[in-house]
């Protein structure tokens, strides 16, 4: 037996997200929110992927909360002295910084 498929795989488009569809999700969210149901959230958004993709793509990318890009030199500092105290402890790392290294 097994788990029902998370949408109609025949008319999902895989492969990498267009600019278009990341702005056409991002202003979706912004403006209606999940709503708590990723599943429906590409039909009512307009877009051609699976719930879970749509889900993905959001919290890894998409966020406004996600910082882009490298380290400030003040961060920079910050992991220098932090490696010079606890060594590369990485679980420790990412406790400091609240975040998956």
Not at 44 to 67: E, M, T, V
Request: glycine share 10%.
């Amino acid at each position: 037996m097994g788990r029902a498929p998370c949408c109609d795989k025949a008319n999902v488009k895989r492969g990498p997200w267009s600019p278009e569809e990341d702005a056409t999700l991002k202003s979706y969210l912004e403006s209606h929110g999940t709503a708590g149901n990723w599943i429906a959230l590409p039909k009512k958004a307009g877009l051609r992927r699976c719930g879970k993709s749509c889900r993905l793509r959001w919290l890894n990318y998409l966020r406004p909360d996600i910082k882009h890009g490298g380290f400030t030199e003040e961060e920079d500092n910050i992991i220098c002295n932090l490696y010079g105290q606890m060594g590369s402890r990485q679980v420790l790392f990412s406790n400091y910084f609240n975040f998956t290294l």
